[in-house]
DNA sequence: GCTGCAAACGTAACCGATAACGATTGCAAC
DNA sequence: GTTGCAATCGTTATCGGTTACGTTTGCAGC
C-alpha cells in the first residue's frame, strides 16, 4: 500500500517490476506484445504499489481520454438540474466526467470566461465540451455543445422552446384579467432571455394589448438584480397587476419583494417565473412558471455531445425541447380589473 | 482569433513574439526578468492568438495548481446541495474547482473507487480533493477532507451528527404512539449509517421498546434497493407502523410502496427519512424527515481543505453539523395503537 | 581597455505517460 | 547453419509548460 507521500508513478512501477516504462504502459492498456509471465509481473508490482495512472499525464500524450468537459460559471439549483441529466445520459457510456467551475462567481461575468475556461480543458484533458449558458460564441478544436446559447451562436445547441413557454405565461395572465402587466428581462445576451422577452411582447400584440416600455424591466438572470427592479415596478402610481420575470430566481426575489410592499400575492399582484426550479413549488404561494426540464437539457446535451466525439451524431445541430406551462398559487384574477 | 483548429500553444505565442516559450512563460506567470518591450510583444502575441495556458500541462510541472477537486460516485439531490455550499465557499478564493464523477453509476460500488478516482487527480491536476461518502479509507499526497467518511475512518471530515438526528426521529414516532417501528438501514460501511442505526436501537432502548431484529431491513443507500425492502416489511402479518428509512431517497421509495400497497399514509403506516432533500418536502404526504444541510457539509468541507490547502488549518479534524427534525405530514399517530 | 555585474533572454532538462521505431530473442523453415 | 518472421521489449521523441542554468549584452567603474 502506498503512503502519504508523492505519488506512485510509472516508472515505480517498472522500476519494481525490472522493466521498462514502456511495458507497464502496455499492459495497462492492454496492448498487444507482452509475455503471460511479464504481465504477471507488472500486474503485481501495480497492485503492491497502488499505481493509478495520472490523468493529467495521459491527456497530455494521447487525444482520446473519454472524458467529457462541462463548463459552467457558477452552481445553483439550474446548473444542478442539468448535471442530473447529463450523468443520466453518460452512465454506462463508459465517459467521465469533469466539471469545471471558478470560483469568482460574479467576476467572470466579464465575457469571455467560458471561452477561457474552454482552451484550458480542450484540446487535451476532455475530448468535448457542455457549455452552460455562454455570454458569447465559443469555439474550440474539440466538440461543444451549448446549453442555452448566446444569441447568435452557430455551435450546436440544446435550449428549451422559450418563446413558446412566455407567450403561454402572459396568454395565462391575460385569460386572468391582467392588462398590465410587468417583465423583469434578463441578460440579454443570452438567446433565452430575448426569446422570453419576445414571447412577452407577441402575445401582449396578438391580444391587442398596448405593450408599455416602462413596464420592462431590464436585469441579468442574478436573482440579486431583480429585487430593486421589483420595487422600482411596483412603486410606480400605476404599477402592474402581474409581474412576469424571466426566470424563478429574479421571480422569487419579485415575490419577496411584493411582501415586504406589504401586498399580497396573488390578490394585489399575480407573480410568473419561467424555469421551474423546486424553490418555486415551496415557495408560500406556490410560484406560477414554465417547466423547461433542465434534467432534458442536460440529457440531451450530453447524448449529442457522446454522438459528435464518436462521429456518429445524426440529429439536428440545434435541439429545441418543449416546455409546460406550470400553474401554482402565485397567479389569479386582478382583484380590481382594469 | 483562432480558428476552430488546433489549440494555441505557447510556443504558437513565442513564435509570433519572436521569443522563446521561456519568455512567454515569464510574461504569463509575471515573473522577473523580462524588459517592457517585450512583455508588449509577448502580451499583443497572446491577445491576437487568443492564447490560454492548458490547465494540464501547467500542473504536470508545477506542484500548485490554485485548482481543488471534488469526488464523488454518481451524482444525486444529495450531491448538488453539498455542491452549492462547495462553490460558496469556494467564491473569491482564487481556488477553481473541479469536479470528477465516473459513469459507471453503480458498477463503482465496488470499493475502492473513491480511491482510484483520488490518484487521477491528487498531486497533478488538483491542489486538494473533497471526497464524498467514499466506501473506504482514503490515502492522499494532498490534503484531503471527507464528507460522510466510512467507519473507521481517520481522514479529515466533515458530517451531521447522525446519531442525535436519528434519536430524534426515532423519540418523535415514539412520542406519537409506535412502538413497532421498522429501519431500513444504509450501507453498513458508511459511518452515517452506523451512527443512524446506533440512534435508533438507543432511542428503543432508552423508552425500553424491545428491539425486534425482523424490523431492520439491510439495504444500500440507493433507494431503489429500498422498494424490496419496504415491501417485504409491509407484507409481515405483523407489519410495523411506522416506517424510519437512513435516507430520503429511500423513504420516499418506501412512501411508494405503502400507497400502492393501497395504504393510507400517515394513516396505516407513519413514513420518515433522513437528509431532508428537496423532493422530501414536495412528496404527498410531506416526508417528515431530519435536515441535515448538506449546503453547510459542503461549505464546511470546502472551508477546512482551503486552510489544510494552504497549511493554516487549526480547527478540529473532524467537524459534526447539527440537524435538525422536520416534522411533515407523513408520521402521525397509529390509527390503532398497540 | 579591461573587469565586474546585473539585466535579459535562450537552452535544455523535466513532469508522467504514450507510441513510433528499432533492437533483441526464439523458433521454425529451408 | 542460415535465413526469415514474429513475438517481445527497450529507447527515444513527444505532448505543453516551467524553471535551473548558462550565455549574451549593456553599462558603470577602475
New interface residues.
Given amino acids: ?8 508513478t510509472m516508472s515505480d512501477v517498472a522500476r519494481l517490476a525490472g522493466v521498462s516504462t514502456a511495458t507497464v504502459s502496455r499492459v495497462v492498456n492492454g496492448r498487444y506484445g507482452v509475455s503471460v509471465s511479464t504481465i504477471e509481473q507488472v500486474r503485481s508490482a501495480i497492485e503492491e504499489l ?8 495521459t ?2 500524450r494521447r487525444s482520446r481520454t473519454n472524458v467529457l468537459g462541462l463548463v459552467t460559471h ?4 439550474y446548473t ?2 442539468v ?2 441529466g447529463v ?2 445520459a ?16 460574479y ?1 467572470t461575468y466579464s465575457d469571455g470566461w467560458e ?2 475556461h474552454l ?7 476532455t475530448d468535448g465540451c457542455i457549455v452552460v449558458t455562454p455570454s458569447g460564441e465559443v ?3 474539440t466538440p461543444v455543445v451549448v446549453i442555452d446559447p448566446a444569441r447568435g451562436s452557430t455551435a450546436p445547441s440544446v435550449t428549451a422552446d422559450n418563446f413558446a413557454g412566455a407567450t403561454a405565461v402572459v396568454e395565462h395572465l391575460l385569460g386572468l384579467g391582467h392588462r398590465r402587466i410587468g417583465f423583469i428581462a434578463g441578460r440579454a445576451s443570452l438567446e433565452a432571455a430575448w426569446s422570453r422577452e419576445e414571447g412577452y411582447r407577441t402575445a401582449l400584440a396578438e391580444a391587442g394589448v398596448p405593450l408599455d416600455p416602462q413596464l420592462i424591466a431590464r436585469g441579468s438572470f442574478n436573482p440579486e438584480s431583480a429585487a430593486p427592479l421589483a420595487r422600482a415596478l411596483l412603486d410606480r402610481p400605476d404599477r402592474p397587476t402581474a409581474i412576469f420575470a424571466a426566470s424563478d430566481g429574479m421571480a422569487l426575489k419579485a415575490l419577496q419583494v411584493a411582501k415586504d410592499l406589504g401586498l399580497d400575492v396573488p390578490g394585489d399582484l399575480s407573480v410568473a417565473g419561467f424555469d421551474n426550479i ?2 418555486s ?2 415557495a408560500e404561494p406556490g410560484l406560477t412558471t414554465v417547466d423547461q426540464s433542465m434534467y432534458r437539457l442536460g440529457y440531451e446535451a450530453a447524448r449529442m455531445l457522446k454522438s459528435l466525439v464518436r462521429g456518429d451524431w445524426e440529429g439536428p445541430d440545434r435541439t429545441v425541447l418543449p416546455t409546460r406551462l406550470v400553474v401554482r398559487g402565485s397567479t389569479a384574477a386582478p382583484r380590481n380589473p382594469v
Fill in positions: 500500500m502506498a503512503k502519504g507521500g508523492a505519488p506512485v497502488g499505481y493509478e495512472s495520472s490523468l493529467v499525464a491527456s497530455l457558477s452552481f445553483q439549483s444542478a438540474e448535471l442530473k450523468m443520466d453518460l452512465s454506462q457510456s463508459g465517459f467521465d466526467l469533469i466539471i469545471y467551475a471558478n470560483s469568482d462567481l467576476g471561452q477561457r482552451a484550458r480543458l480542450a484540446g487535451t484533458l469555439r474550440s478544436g423546486p424553490e413549488a415551496l
